[in-house]
């Protein structure tokens, strides 16, 4: 095959080449997209206008979802736009962003998990001096340093993706995923993505493994709490954390932990669509349906919203 290292495009793979699958399928995107979309920034808007909401766990939360808009707002718009369009396009610039922008907010989304497990671990076991060790300039310290580390992590991976030389610029999945495109290299610098692919999943289980050890310690001091009401109460700040925490680790090995193939089918695109699509779709509604204090924001935040349309009504 010839070189396609200055290639204009690349070619992502659609859901169907059947017109009426294809609007089937940008409508139902589209409704995944909204959800996750309105979702995440109630969230959003519910810790800035709702002072109850300022403590570190729902500060992490806010983050969260800030990062899930990224994460979904990057793979489904384009895909949209395919089926949409009829044309499988997508610039050589629009995918690099697309993968610099993926790993920037994969990225940062399970490093937040895990400084959040830290703060459920020093609100139980430590709750006496939980003020002094997550106080607000912690916080921020421990998300600035996030943020950087994912933007680093994300230069590096996208410098070394797109340093290869390309011998085909047909992406068998509906978007640049970094798997597929190692894939479509015919030169040496993909050993080098994949040895930075190898030293993400090494800090990865490093990540997995702290928040296990974390949860273990949470654990065992729950079970010291003479009062069932108590005990009750502790494991509810941590149940919708440990919820999401088991959706992207599931979603993910449920994208990588299968034998690699050469063609495309079905199953690589369901996968695709599972660790893209879903966390960032289910995580609003994960913490909004087991927090009261989310709850009690979001119903506060309708209700005025309710409010203010009938006092435009009225001034009308």
Not at 166 to 173: E, T
Not at 176 to 189: A, G, I, M, N
Not at 286 to 308: C, P, Q, T, V
């Amino acid at each position: 095959m010839h070189n396609l290292t200055s290639m204009p495009a690349f070619l992502l793979l659609g859901f169907s080449d059947i017109r009426e699958l294809q609007i089937l399928h940008f409508f139902v995107f589209l409704a995944l997209y909204l959800m996750a979309i309105i979702g995440n920034l109630l969230i959003i808007i519910a810790f800035v206008l709702d002072h109850h909401l300022h403590t570190p766990m729902y500060f992490f939360l806010m983050n969260l979802a800030m990062m899930d808009i990224g994460t979904i707002s990057v793979v489904v718009p384009k895909s949209m736009a395919i089926s949409l369009l009829n044309s499988r396009s997508i610039s050589y610039s629009g995918c690099v962003a697309q993968v610099f922008f993926y790993f920037l907010f994969g990225t940062s989304d399970f490093f937040l998990l895990t400084i959040m497990a830290h703060d459920r671990n020093v609100a139980i076991c430590n709750p006496l001096h939980y003020e002094t060790i997550m106080h607000k300039g912690a916080c921020n310290q421990m998300v600035a340093i996030l943020w950087i580390a994912s933007l680093l992590f994300a230069m590096l991976h996208t410098g070394s993706i797109f340093a290869n030389t390309f011998c085909s610029n047909a992406v068998n999945q509906f978007f640049c995923e970094v798997p597929t495109l190692l894939k479509l290299s015919c030169s040496d610098y993909y050993l080098v993505e994949v040895g930075f692919l190898v030293l993400s999943w090494s800090m990865g289980l490093g990540c997995f493994i702290f928040i296990i050890i974390t949860y273990i310690q949470i654990f065992s001091t729950v079970l010291k709490i003479p009062s069932v009401h108590g005990q009750k109460k502790a494991l509810s700040t941590c149940l919708p954390h440990l919820t999401v925490v088991s959706v992207v680790l599931f979603s993910g090995v449920f994208a990588y932990a299968r034998p690699p193939s050469d063609a495309s089918s079905y199953t690589d695109i369901s996968f695709a669509v599972i660790y893209t699509i879903i966390p960032p779709t289910l995580n609003p509604f994960i913490y909004s349906m087991r927090n009261k204090e989310i709850k009690a924001a979001l119903w506060k935040l309708l209700d005025l919203g309710h409010s203010f349309k009938t006092f435009s009504r009225v001034i009308i």
